[in-house]
């Protein structure tokens, strides 16, 4: 299996925002996440993470729209 990361982020200087934003979520859902690879996380642990930013990203679209 290859370790290849497709996901692009359009503007390089977010990145670091992003990974800091993901640490977040998953200290949220109680995911022991860690830098770099994390292929220990079982789908749903990683899945919850993924949902977390998901749900963080709505509540503040829908804050910015009041």
Same mark, same amino acid.
């Given at each position: =299996?290859? +370790?290849?990361?497709? +996901? /692009?982020?359009?503007?390089p200087? *977010?990145r %670091? #925002?992003?990974? @800091?934003? @993901? =640490?977040? #979520? #998953? /200290? %949220? $859902?109680? $995911? +022991?996440? &860690?830098?770099? !690879?994390?292929?220990?996380? &079982?789908s749903? %642990? *990683?899945?919850? $993470?993924?949902? /977390?930013? $998901? @749900? @963080?990203?709505?509540? #503040? !679209?829908?804050?910015? =729209? /009041?």
């Amino acid at each position: =299996m290859s +370790n290849n990361n497709n +996901n /692009q982020i359009n503007i390089p200087q *977010a990145r %670091e #925002a992003m990974d @800091k934003f @993901k =640490m977040q #979520a #998953a /200290q %949220e $859902v109680g $995911v +022991n996440l &860690t830098n770099g !690879y994390n292929g220990h996380l &079982t789908s749903r %642990e *990683a899945g919850s $993470v993924g949902g /977390q930013m $998901v @749900k @963080k990203m709505i509540e #503040a !679209y829908e804050q910015s =729209m /009041q």
